[in-house]
């Protein structure tokens, strides 16, 4: 679990990116955070692996205030999946999947099986293994950068905005493939996003964000489109226009909400 307490990040120069946040993230679940650009949302996300450090308030996991833990080792233990994977260009696809691994000193043997069993769970072909990331497509590239990811088997796994960078179709492929994961693998992911839509699908729980990291609503994604808190919310999300007419569809044993413009609209649990 992750609880972010009174948190507060004002930049050198007096710039505040997050004024006064508190939210738990429950363990086991998908939580997202979204809003336009400049909320505060990624430096939220990046305050808990200690990229980030708050200037006031507390982010605790499992109890523990992240701000007395080891900044190195704490990123160590936390699974982080970027825009544009970030991988390293000029080390493989194994080396990237491999990388946190080794610096934590696990045998080769037990790396090599380690990449060879995530290339199988997020989708890529073990020929890809000695391929470098210019060589692959960009899909390709966010499914290296979740197996780096999920290389130490993590509790905890962030994700900032992984898929916006890569066209629709691709796009939800991923989106699909990241729910399929988490049935079987059941992390606790605090995932950031400007698309209310990827929110919806994704998130079992959504809080939304103005500027400064205020939170004008949080819920599952079908307490929020049932009753949103203001007009800024009821417009963000759509529902100012005819509520967002639902219906079901099944996707892979899930019941997904989809709204009038065939757009998914939340899971139905």
Do not use: W
């Amino acid at each position: 679990m992750i609880q972010f307490e009174s948190v507060r990040k004002e930049f050198t120069g007096g710039a505040l990116a997050v004024e006064d946040f508190t939210l738990t993230i429950p363990t086991g679940s998908i939580t997202v955070l979204v809003g336009s650009s400049g909320c505060g949302k990624t430096t939220l996300l990046r305050m808990v692996n200690r990229m980030v450090d708050p200037t006031g308030g507390t982010i605790r996991i499992d109890d523990t205030s992240v701000g007395d833990r080891d900044p190195v080792q704490l990123r160590r233990s936390i699974g982080y999946v970027m825009q544009s994977g970030g991988l390293l260009p000029h080390k493989t696809v194994a080396e990237n999947i491999e990388t946190v691994a080794k610096l934590r000193g696990v045998p080769k043997n037990e790396r090599d099986a380690r990449v060879v069993e995530l290339m199988a769970t997020v989708g890529l072909d073990a020929s890809l293994a000695t391929r470098y990331p210019a060589q692959l497509s960009g899909g390709q590239q966010q499914r290296v950068g979740v197996a780096r990811a999920l290389a130490i088997d993590p509790n905890i796994l962030l994700m900032d905005e992984p898929f916006g960078a890569v066209d629709p179709l691709v796009r939800a492929d991923l989106q699909n493939e990241l729910l399929e994961l988490q049935k079987t693998l059941a992390k606790t992911v605090l995932f950031v996003t400007h698309d209310i839509d990827e929110a919806f699908l994704l998130g079992d729980q959504v809080a939304i964000l103005a500027n400064g990291g205020r939170i004008v609503q949080h819920g599952s994604p079908r307490e929020i489109l049932a009753h949103p808190a203001n007009d800024f919310v009821a417009a963000f999300v759509g529902a100012d226009r005819g509520k967002r007419s639902l219906r079901i569809v099944h996707e892979g044993g899930q019941a997904i909400a989809i709204d009038s413009d065939g757009r998914p609209a939340g899971r139905i649990d």
